[in-house]
């Protein structure tokens, strides 16, 4: 009886192998014939629990315009094995639930010339870049094993909830290899999004003159506005403009935070900025990633209350872990080698409308640093008062704004050796140093200037003996 119904299965799935024609509107299943086809106005899925098979089947756009396949307030919809080229989204799906998108080839959309803006990470659904894939609006949708490199973004989801994006190839991008905006409690496992980066020239003259900006807020992963409570798990983001960019405070200096996201076992390193930025948000876990040879391995500014836990950070130019005015962090089991700074914390001024928004974020202040493992590093823990990036003095207007003075910062039990300095504190107030091994920081195992309330207490220094 099984066989007898296979059977029939299959000679009803001959019966719809179709060609596809421009325009064409699919309301059934369907298998398209394998070949080539010039369609500018593309394809769109037109019903419910429709799956259509496009293996063997390139679809060609005209001039990066249009969109190859279209799916608008469907649910179940099944679309697997095509290749797409030269549309502006390969695939646009607005509205729809039960969605599966897999298997699919798609390159050369929409992209802006290199060597020109610097992105706008900003815009809306209304205006976005062009893309591989763009989602609007979709739920419980999954996005597995697609090629979707050599575009300007790889995969654009807007207001998206419950999706399952599974080991999917997004390398190449010259704007984002995947991007949040709003999008909730999903899950991005085992990607592939490194060498994502562009490049924005600020001045055109030719030669030593010819200068710019290396990144333009191109990046493996955008995630902002909104965007909660996602799972980040095995994924690839080397050499981009940034690996992963978390932004909580829009252009218009709207709170729009991503937070309690979870970051585990994720490669973000070789960037030329920054390998995990999170700026504005709150309650996000990094666990597990490595975040080596950037500028910075985690830039958490005006964040509070993350966890940065047992990651490898390992020869960053300025600092592993930077963050002004950042609270509440736990950051334990790390390990910081050969970086500028190993942690580099400190009090600036943002705009008034931030700090209303933000009213934690006043100064860098209770945070536990806890059972990591310092060395060679040029300074291993920075924490400063009034700093420009950490390293030099605000002006003095600038520097009168700041009201509260670094404080409650715990460094306890972690292992501090083979630095040029240890531990540098510059007008720091209530902070603990204990039960840490300060050894061959030839500099200083601890440097204060104008502290408050600093107990240094029952640290193991050379030959086993206790620096009070």
Request: glycine share 10%; aromatic share 8%; proline share 2%.
């Amino acid at each position: 009886m099984a066989k007898e119904k296979k059977q029939k299965q299959t000679a009803r799935d001959k019966q719809k192998l179709i060609v596809p024609h421009d325009g064409m509107v699919i309301t059934e299943n369907v298998t398209l014939a394998p070949g080539q086809y010039f369609l500018p106005r593309g394809l769109e899925i037109a019903a419910h629990n429709v799956t259509v098979d496009g293996t063997g089947v390139l679809l060609i756009g005209a001039a990066r315009t249009g969109t190859g396949v279209r799916i608008n307030k469907r649910k179940n919809v099944t679309l697997r094995g095509l290749s797409l080229a030269y549309y502006y989204h390969g695939v646009h799906a607005e509205q729809c639930a039960g969605l599966t998108l897999e298997g699919l080839t798609i390159t050369a959309t929409q992209d802006i010339p290199s060597d020109t803006i610097f992105l706008e990470v900003w815009l809306t659904a209304a205006t976005t870049y062009g893309g591989a894939i763009c989602l609007n609006g979709v739920r419980d949708a999954l996005v597995a094993d697609n090629n979707l490199e050599h575009n300007m973004n790889g995969l654009l989801t807007y207001d998206c909830q419950t999706l399952r994006v599974l080991r999917n190839k997004v390398n190449y991008c010259s704007g984002y290899g995947i991007h949040l905006f709003g999008t909730c409690d999903s899950v991005f496992e085992d990607n592939a999004a490194d060498y994502c980066c562009r490049y924005n020239v600020r001045n055109t003259e030719l030669g030593t003159k010819r200068t710019g900006h290396m990144g333009a807020d191109a990046t493996g992963f955008l995630i902002l506005s909104g965007s909660h409570r996602n799972i980040f798990r095995r994924n690839y983001a080397r050499m981009g403009g940034d690996g992963f960019f978390l932004a909580g405070l829009s252009n218009k200096g709207l709170s729009m935070g991503a937070n309690d996201n979870l970051f585990e076992d994720n490669d973000g390193s070789l960037s030329p900025n920054i390998a995990f930025e999170s700026t504005f948000s709150r309650g996000n876990i990094f666990r597990n990633n490595l975040a080596n040879n950037c500028n910075y391995g985690f830039w958490l500014g005006f964040s509070s209350d993350n966890t940065i836990e047992n990651n490898r950070i390992v020869g960053n130019r300025q600092a592993g872990i930077a963050v002004e005015n950042g609270s509440g962090m736990l950051v334990r089991g790390n390990t910081f080698h050969g970086n500028g700074h190993g942690i580099l914390l400190w009090s600036s001024v943002y705009d008034k409308k931030a700090h209303k928004k933000y009213p934690e974020a006043t100064t860098s202040h209770h945070w536990q640093i806890t059972k990591n493992i310092f060395q060679r590093n040029t300074k291993a823990i920075r924490i400063a008062l009034s700093q420009d990036h950490g390293i030099r003095p605000l002006p003095a207007e600038r520097s009168e704004l700041i009201k509260v003075r670094p404080h409650h910062h715990e460094i306890v039990e972690n292992n501090i050796q083979d630095n040029r300095l240890g531990i540098d504190l510059s007008g720091v107030d209530k902070t603990r140093i204990t039960g840490n091994i300060l050894h061959h920081n030839p500099e200083a195992n601890v440097r204060q200037d104008d502290c408050r309330d600093v107990e240094i207490l029952t640290n193991l220094g050379a030959a086993g003996a206790y620096l009070a």
